[in-house]
């Protein structure tokens, strides 16, 4: 029979984290990420990847120090949760057939406009207005281009990733906005709770970083035109703010269940304690202005975890440095914790490296877990003109020291998709 020791206040498996791994702006792995994160140092930056004049956003957290065999956005993600999967499994002393479940959080990647134009191009010439498509389709069937597919089908980074990996069964691929990546390690978590299997692999990746995507969101007023200096654009919380900076990122969390982890001789770093999920139908891309989503979000979260709101001792925000995202956030805190929430230290990692997307659930979830392996707070930097509507305790500026044993993560995404996660630190 399976010790007692092992399950959780409903009876399900306990389920441990004994592997990570992050890419961000700051540069590659848990190691650099970190050192930089607590320090304050910004990834922000002027974009070069792509022309910018005349636009109105100039700056992002691109990732651009991988080489990559072919420049484009699913080559990029690829590239990028290979990356922090190997970091993972390492950590986690796991090489070979993995042997569980893969869960990706990746984005809704489109050809881009150079590749579409390329394609045009090699198309027969317009029989008849509206005939694009068939004429790209033309072009295909003549000639069969895997790479070119692969390119185009973000669906195809699981794929390789599972072959890569040897993980067992169908890759799922997911996408739900800005909380895919916490998406992800839900399913994992759900997987192993279960019982159908004893690990899983979450992955959050992102590199769609590209003229048209930056163009789209701008024409939503949803970024920074705060460009000079970048580092200073991120402001989350701040009086001053005006929109999040886009960026690309990954992590890579290796789940298993603690009776697995402890059998194998493995390190725990830390537990996922309780997940939350709810749906927004407020509007398409904002968040509704009540904050109720939000708040059932954060609820089920701790309802999951077992725990109330006395027992978190930091959260790690969404903290978009939007004007309406931020304000949303805190009604949601202020309405679940009260009084307390003055006691709790509250931070965006978003300050420093941006707003990473489909990954930031993901590559936060990280940060989350290794704040508490640590005892140190990272900062919300570029804090300088506090908004008087938003009374917390963000970390201003400078690190903080200080242990804690539980952490919030929230990501609360465009089109109403809310996710939030309880980590805890390793049970005696």
Same mark, same amino acid.
């Given at each position: 029979?399976?010790?007692?020791?092992?399950?959780?206040?409903?009876?399900?498996?306990?389920?441990?984290?004994?592997?990570?791994?992050?890419?961000?702006?700051?540069?590659?792995?848990?190691?650099?990420?970190?050192?930089?994160?607590?320090?304050?140092?910004?990834?922000?930056?002027?974009?070069?990847?792509?022309?910018?004049?005349?636009?109105?956003?100039?700056? &992002?957290?691109?990732?651009?120090?991988? #080489?990559?065999?072919?420049?484009?956005?699913?080559?990029?993600?690829?590239?990028?949760?290979?990356?922090?999967?190997?970091?993972?499994?390492?950590?986690?002393?796991?090489?070979?057939?993995?042997?569980?479940?893969?869960?990706?959080?990746?984005?809704?990647?489109?050809?881009?406009?150079?590749?579409?134009?390329?394609?045009?191009?090699?198309?027969?010439?317009?029989?008849?207005?509206? #005939?694009?498509? #068939? $004429?790209?389709?033309?072009?295909?069937?003549?000639?069969?281009?895997?790479?070119?597919?692969?390119?185009?089908?973000?669906?195809?980074?699981?794929?390789? @990733?599972?072959? $890569?990996?040897?993980?067992?069964?169908?890759?799922?691929?997911?996408?739900?906005?800005?909380?895919?990546?916490?998406?992800?390690?839900?399913?994992?978590?759900?997987?192993?709770?279960?019982?159908?299997?004893?690990?899983?692999?979450?992955?959050?990746?992102?590199?769609?970083?590209?003229?048209?995507? @930056?163009?789209?969101?701008?024409?939503?007023?949803?970024?920074?035109?705060?460009?000079?200096?970048?580092?200073?654009?991120?402001?989350?919380?701040?009086?001053?703010?005006?929109?999040?900076?886009?960026?690309?990122?990954?992590?890579?969390?290796?789940?298993?269940?603690?009776?697995?982890?402890?059998?194998?001789?493995?390190?725990?770093?830390?537990?996922?304690?309780?997940?939350?999920?709810?749906?927004?139908?407020?509007?398409?891309?904002?968040?509704?202005?009540?904050?109720?989503?939000?708040?059932?979000?954060?609820?089920?979260?701790?309802?999951?975890?077992?725990?109330?709101?006395?027992?978190?001792?930091?959260?790690?925000?969404?903290?978009?440095?939007?004007?309406?995202?931020?304000?949303?956030?805190?009604?949601?805190?202020?309405?679940?914790?009260?009084?307390? @929430?003055?006691?709790?230290?509250? &931070?965006?990692?978003?300050?420093?490296?941006?707003?990473?997307?489909?990954?930031?659930?993901?590559?936060?979830?990280?940060?989350?877990?290794?704040?508490?392996?640590?005892?140190?707070?990272?900062?919300?930097?570029?804090?300088?003109?506090?908004?008087?509507?938003?009374?917390?305790?963000?970390?201003?500026?400078?690190?903080?020291?200080?242990?804690?044993?539980?952490?919030?993560?929230?990501?609360?995404?465009?089109?109403?998709?809310?996710?939030?996660?309880?980590?805890?630190?390793?049970?005696?």
């Amino acid at each position: 029979m399976t010790n007692a020791a092992y399950r959780d206040h409903l009876g399900r498996p306990i389920v441990a984290v004994t592997g990570m791994g992050v890419i961000t702006s700051l540069g590659q792995g848990l190691k650099d990420n970190w050192t930089a994160l607590t320090g304050g140092v910004s990834g922000i930056h002027d974009i070069t990847r792509f022309p910018v004049d005349g636009l109105n956003t100039r700056i &992002s957290g691109t990732v651009d120090f991988i #080489d990559l065999p072919v420049e484009n956005p699913v080559e990029r993600s690829y590239a990028y949760a290979r990356e922090t999967t190997d970091e993972a499994l390492a950590q986690a002393g796991l090489s070979g057939e993995f042997g569980g479940p893969l869960f990706l959080a990746a984005p809704p990647i489109e050809p881009d406009w150079r590749d579409r134009f390329a394609l045009a191009d090699r198309a027969p010439p317009s029989q008849r207005p509206g #005939d694009a498509y #068939d $004429r790209f389709l033309a072009v295909l069937r003549g000639k069969p281009e895997p790479a070119l597919h692969e390119a185009w089908a973000f669906g195809a980074i699981s794929e390789r @990733l599972a072959d $890569r990996y040897g993980t067992r069964g169908l890759p799922v691929t997911l996408s739900t906005a800005c909380a895919s990546g916490a998406t992800a390690i839900q399913l994992g978590v759900e997987a192993i709770r279960q019982g159908r299997t004893d690990r899983a692999l979450t992955v959050g990746t992102d590199g769609s970083v590209t003229a048209e995507a @930056l163009i789209r969101f701008a024409l939503l007023s949803a970024l920074s035109t705060q460009n000079d200096p970048p580092t200073k654009a991120s402001k989350p919380f701040s009086k001053d703010r005006d929109g999040f900076v886009i960026a690309e990122g990954a992590a890579t969390l290796v789940l298993e269940s603690l009776e697995s982890a402890i059998a194998r001789g493995a390190k725990v770093l830390g537990i996922l304690k309780g997940c939350g999920e709810k749906a927004d139908h407020f509007h398409r891309t904002r968040s509704s202005p009540d904050g109720a989503p939000a708040i059932a979000t954060i609820r089920a979260a701790l309802e999951d975890a077992g725990i109330d709101e006395s027992g978190i001792g930091y959260i790690n925000a969404h903290g978009t440095s939007t004007p309406e995202n931020d304000k949303m956030e805190y009604l949601s805190m202020s309405t679940v914790f009260g009084e307390k @929430l003055a006691g709790i230290p509250v &931070s965006s990692n978003k300050s420093m490296i941006g707003h990473t997307l489909t990954a930031a659930g993901a590559v936060e979830a990280v940060f989350s877990i290794q704040t508490m392996l640590t005892g140190t707070l990272p900062p919300t930097i570029n804090y300088q003109n506090p908004d008087p509507a938003i009374v917390l305790d963000v970390v201003p500026n400078v690190k903080r020291d200080k242990q804690v044993t539980a952490v919030l993560s929230n990501s609360f995404g465009f089109g109403g998709q809310n996710a939030s996660l309880v980590m805890t630190a390793e049970p005696a």
